[in-house]
């Protein structure tokens, strides 16, 4: 689990950043352009994966490549744990629009009588990192909540048996055992997003791309990933 302290260094390297994309963003130009701090908030991709589908790897790749930070769940999961995080999070966005989102997760987890704080708060902290930009959100629903104007949405994906067999490889899993775990991961999060935003985790109207790592390699997926997001995000200017 990553430590408290460690998180906050994170955060004081990644508002530093922010203001230096303010300050360009201010004077113009074309070095504006090039860091893609032209848009209004953002940018931001991010990754919803199959368990065992390698996106999480895919993530990390891109994350390095472009120089963001990559949020996973431990990540993220303290963030919305621990008070002063959140806020270190949430104090440079503008009360209005802080209001007016609490608002809008506060409908979607209404349903929820068992974790709606938690869920709230989780939803605050990916929306706050992603409206400061460059970062790369791993799962919690970030593509059905977050405006698509601003980042990017992947969804990986790869057949059952290549998922298969990289667990039984990468954690020395038993076939059967894999194939449990893997099938059940697969309902949690579909109920997940069906429960929250009550979309179909699979519908290719919820991402920018699909990609099947059953088909192309990580590097390949990498590059096509980074090539689309920089033409969306630069045509939104």
């Known amino acids: 689990m990553a430590r408290p ?12 950043s922010w203001e230096v994309r303010r300050k360009l963003a201010g004077e113009g130009g074309e070095a504006a352009r090039r860091a893609l701090v032209h848009l209004q908030e953002g940018p931001w991709v991010s990754v919803s994966r199959q368990w065992g589908s390698g996106g999480r790897q895919m993530a990390v790749e891109l994350g390095s490549r472009l ?8 990540i993220l999961t303290e963030m919305a744990q621990q008070a002063d995080l959140r806020e270190a999070i949430l104090s440079r966005i503008e009360r209005r629009s802080l209001d007016t989102f609490g608002e809008y997760i506060a409908h979607l987890v209404a349903g929820d009588p068992v974790r709606p704080a938690y869920a709230q708060e989780m939803m605050q902290v990916v929306w706050g990192l992603a409206r400061q930009g460059q970062a790369v959100i791993l799962g919690r629903g970030a593509n059905w ?9 992947v969804r990986v994906v790869a057949p059952l048996e290549r998922r298969l067999a990289r667990l039984v490889e990468r954690d ?3 076939e059967e055992a894999a194939r449990t775990e893997t099938l059940d991961n697969d309902a949690q999060r579909k109920d997940f997003v069906r429960k929250f935003f009550d979309r179909d985790i699979d519908d290719p109207l919820g991402y920018d791309v699909v990609v099947n790592l ?4 990580e590097q390949t997926a990498v590059n096509m990933v980074h090539s689309a997001l920089r033409a969306k995000l630069q045509a939104a200017d």
């Open 145 to 153: 909540f977050l405006e698509p104007a601003f980042g990017f949405r």
């Open 67 to 74: 120089g963001w930070q990559v949020y996973d769940r431990e």
């Open 214 to 217: 059953g088909d192309i390699d």
């Open 172 to 174: 020395g899993m038993e």
């Open 5 to 16: 302290r460690q998180i906050e260094q994170l955060l004081e390297r990644q508002a530093r």
